[in-house]
């Protein structure tokens, strides 16, 4: 029974590097090390998925042979005058980079799922620029980890444990211990306040936001901080908590950002936060060796998008003044980053690039997708291992299914049912090796362990196969011209 | 001398026509006007594939005076890099319009897209209509690219970053504005006849916001420095009581932020201050 070690866990942008698995029959029975989400991924993820090509005739997907969809495929592509190319966070770099080939050929506008999550973070970051390092420094140095708008404890499960609070770093002590006991001790109160309530009439005590920081800020080992709107299971555990009201955190990070530059603020309170608490926090801020603010959708897709992330970055920049302090958006799927850094480094540009006019272009609002479909611009679209018809606005799924789409996908999904032309593709980091970049701009090899059903090619092959169809099309038309 | 364009059709795709410009029109024939390269999605055309063109045109750009009639909304960067004459748009524009200009004269009848007169060096567009977001701001990732002179009439409202990282020059709005009127503003002036919805001033540095109407409040970076009774702009007074505030403080920001009193009562406390 062999016993595959060190495999690379493609669900979350932590991409674990650590995980082991048992594989039994070419199956995978047993999972090491990996957090709720990787496991069920690897145990489950045969269960429900595409075995063979399908193309929408007469109203209706039937069955095809790969060829005839790579045929369909690249007959719908080359034909069109404006498609879209859209996904490309769940596959690997080098799929991305066959992709990209295949945008400048057709002329087509190319786009990853930054663009409705973390591209706000990337326009903010080529407007300002951003200080940051890898995961491991932040390990072995930081003593102050601060998460705002995001929740590792349920997205990105293993993060804490890895990398921040709940690990013991080279030259950072932590104690960890403490943040188990807190985290019991809150859920034992959680479960008598709520005992309490139910067996009496009176309204039970609410748990009182205390009004200064707690002193436990102020120890030499890591401490942990938590921004959000809502008290999630990560702000459970958390050091402090602090609460901002909904939509208002461009407010809190400018005051901030005052406060660490001493200077007076005319206000009392800022989104609901006494000023002097923030002045404490900036203190905090200052007061520490080295820190880090991670930022997630909270931040980036609340009121005010780009220019939260804006002024989260000069708050950090400024910070740089008095002590180290770094900043890293906590990316979603595992290889978004390598899409935004392969598109980077194949066109100059990180995401919505437009080759329409034979070159790279560049201006999200114009060039990216959402945007493109919300206008009802495109006239055809690639959908890669994404699953546009369920998140995007109403408007731009209409846009969308109205024209031609053709999508590549190991799973059913929403989109594959609105499809014409629908490939099964093999999962990557399972089935298929590849790369990808974990979100610290790390680079990790995704491994295969088992072999793919027959039929089901990797995302790579088929757009290789689609790009090279394609530009037989363009031949041959050239040739009868 | 006017030369009239017409769409022959409805665009579905975005039609790219930077060559639709007093400057490059100038002493060319109305066929070599058609022959003129424009971008429809990813395919190439000539501008008499997708408009009609009749008319005269003049030999030199101050000479010659575009006129679009119909719905032209798909239609991106007119006007791009134009430095004299004039440009009269009937009916609603796309995106981009502007960019770049130098000088000249652009009116627009209905609504424009975003990035109007975006990175514009010198002379006039007016919009009868509403103008999308990014008025007069600077290209992406660019903090040097600003407006940097000319002025920006808009009679109806604009959306967000209006202004972002301008330079020189004056934007008027008589509607209402989104949020982030003069985001990262290094100097200009940027007037709001109507609302703001909020944050004006964010990350500026220098120039002068005028806010007519009512904000829902105003950053806590920025310091109340008095209440003045009126504004001058550019010779034209407003009559107040305006707070003024300056800012914004998280960037040692010099920038003055005028926002009216009248309209804005839930400001008053801020008048202890003073
Ligand atoms: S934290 Fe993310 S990468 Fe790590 S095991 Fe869990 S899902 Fe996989």
Known sequence: MPIISNVTCPVCGSLCDDIEILV????????????????????????????????????ELVEASIKEAIRRSAEILADAAYPILYGWSNTSCEAIRVGL?????????????????????????QDVGYSTCTLGQIRHRADLVIYWGSNPWSAHPRHIERYTAFTQGRFQASIWYRYLAHLSAYRARRRLLRALKLSSVREAPTIEAEAGLPPTLFRKERKMIVVDVRRTR?????????????????????????????????????AGVPVETLEELADVMIGCKFG???????????????????????????????????????????????????STWQT??????????????????????VDILARGESDASLIVASDPVAHFPKAAV???????????????????????????????????????????????????????????????????????????????????? | MVVVLRPKRAFKLPVEAECITPDSFAGKSVDEIGKLKVWEGNRERSLNELFSVEGEIGAKPEE???????????????????????????????????????????????????????????????????????????????STRGMSGGTIVIHGDAGNELGYYMRKGIIKVHGNVGQFTGVHMKNGIVVVYGNSEGRSGAEMTGGKIVVCGSVPSVLPTFTVEAVKSRVKINGEKLAGPFYLFKGDIAEEGEGKLYISKASNAHLKSYENLV
């Open chain 1, 24 to 59: 039994e029959n070419n199956k995978v029975v047993k999972v090491k090390n990996a957090c709720g989400l990787g496991e069920s991924k690897f145990l489950n993820y045969n269960g429900h998925r595409l075995r063979k090509p399908l193309i929408r005739k007469n109203g």
């Open chain 1, 101 to 125: 080939e295949l945008a400048e050929e057709i002329g087509g506008v190319i786009d990853n799922t930054s663009t409705v999550c973390h591209g706000p973070s990337v326009l903010s970051i």
């Open chain 1, 234 to 270: 990560t702000a459970d555990i958390a050091d402090y908590f602090l609460q901002v009201e909904p939509n208002k955190d461009y407010e809190v990070l400018e005051a901030l950002r005052a406060l660490i530059r001493d200077e007076e603020i005319d206000m009392d309170t800022v």
């Open chain 1, 292 to 342: 880090v603010l991670f930022f997630g959708v909270g931040l980036t897709m609340s009121m005010g998008k780009l220019r939260n992330i804006d002024t989260a970055i000069c708050m950090v920049r400024d910070l740089n003044r008095y002590t180290k302090f770094i900043i890293m958006p906590m990316r979603g799927h595992f290889n978004v980053t390598g899409s935004n850094v392969v």
């Open chain 1, 348 to 369: 100059g540009y990180p995401y919505a690039v437009d080759f329409s006019h034979g070159y790279p272009r560049y201006n999200p609002g114009e060039t990216s997708v």
């Open chain 1, 398 to 481: 209409e846009n969308l299914v109205r024209n031609p789409v053709i999508v590549i996908d190991p799973e059913p999904t929403p989109t594959t049912l609105m499809a014409d032309v629908v490939f099964p593709s093999s999962f990557v980091g399972i089935e298929t090796e590849g790369t990808a970049y974990r979100m610290d701009h790390v680079p990790l090899p995704l491994k295969k362990i088992v072999e793919p059903p027959s039929g089901c090619l990797s995302d790579m092959e088929i757009l290789q196969r689609i790009l090279a169809e394609v530009r037989k099309i363009k031949r041959e038309t050239a040739e009868v011209a």
């Open chain 2, 64 to 142: 010659v005076m575009v006129k679009i009639f119909g719905d032209v909304h798909k239609v991106r960067r007119i006007g791009t890099q134009m430095s004299a004459g004039e440009i009269v748009v009937h009916g609603d524009v796309g995106f981009h319009l502007g960019e770049e200009m130098v000088g000249g004269k652009i009116l627009v009848d209905g609504n424009a897209g975003s990035w109007l007169g975006s990175m514009m060096k010198g002379g006039v567009i007016e919009v009868k209509g509403d103008a999308g977001d990014y008025v007069g701001s600077a290209y992406r990732g660019s």
